[in-house]
């Protein structure tokens, strides 16, 4: 009886013993799934986390690009809009140009034929003065042709039209042969242009 309790107690023993090396196993494993499932979690989001800095140095590429090309468009844009200033400037310096250079011309015109007009009214008067009219000669005119030299000398005349009377024609003729010296300008470039050789008409006032 006693053996039999002994062996009972053993086997009670073992049964315990083979009862709880299975619960350490079962807890074992409970404990490596958890681990394993803690694992898999920490990599997903591990794996979310380096998506998600991934997607930010992405956008942040993106931003820099897109910077980086606002900046050349707003440059090229500056540039077109200096070039166009620049373009306008050039422009309008030269309407301005033109324009000092049109007005110089026009005074420098309106100065040529003052001093034209002036020197052309003084040779007249010269003329006239030496002048002695034929009587009845009112209605007569004649054109005559004068040369002169930038000395003022006389180089030539001649009478290009007649006025159908030669005493008259010859008259005036005389009066401009009777001139010394005629005021002519001292600038040579007008001399050459107006008083060199020119016509002049000759009438009775």
Do not use: C
């Amino acid at each position: 009886l006693k053996r039999k309790k002994e062996l009972k107690k053993k086997k009670d023993l073992a049964k315990k013993k083979k009862e709880a090396k299975r619960k350490a196993d079962d807890q074992k494993k409970i404990l490596i799934k958890k681990k394993e499932k803690e694992k898999r979690l920490k990599e997903v989001k591990q794996k979310k986390e380096d998506e998600r800095k991934e997607r930010e140095r992405i956008e942040k590429l993106k931003l820099e690009s897109d910077r980086e090309k606002r900046h050349e468009r707003e440059q090229r844009l500056l540039e077109k809009m200096q070039q166009s200033e620049l373009l306008l400037e050039q422009q309008l310096e030269a309407e301005r140009v033109a324009k000092e250079l049109s007005r110089q011309q026009e005074l420098a015109l309106e100065k040529e034929l003052s001093e034209t007009e002036r020197y052309l009214s003084l040779i007249r008067s010269r003329i006239e003065n030496q002048w002695h009219i034929p009587p009845k000669s009112t209605g007569l005119s004649v054109v005559l042709q004068i040369k002169l030299l930038p000395t003022g000398e006389l180089s030539g005349v001649k009478i290009i039209e007649k006025s159908g009377v030669n005493a008259f024609d010859q008259s005036a003729e005389r009066a401009v042969r009777g001139v010394r010296k005629y005021p002519v300008p001292e600038q040579r470039a007008l001399f050459e242009k107006k008083f060199r050789v020119f016509s002049m008409r000759f009438a009775p006032s």
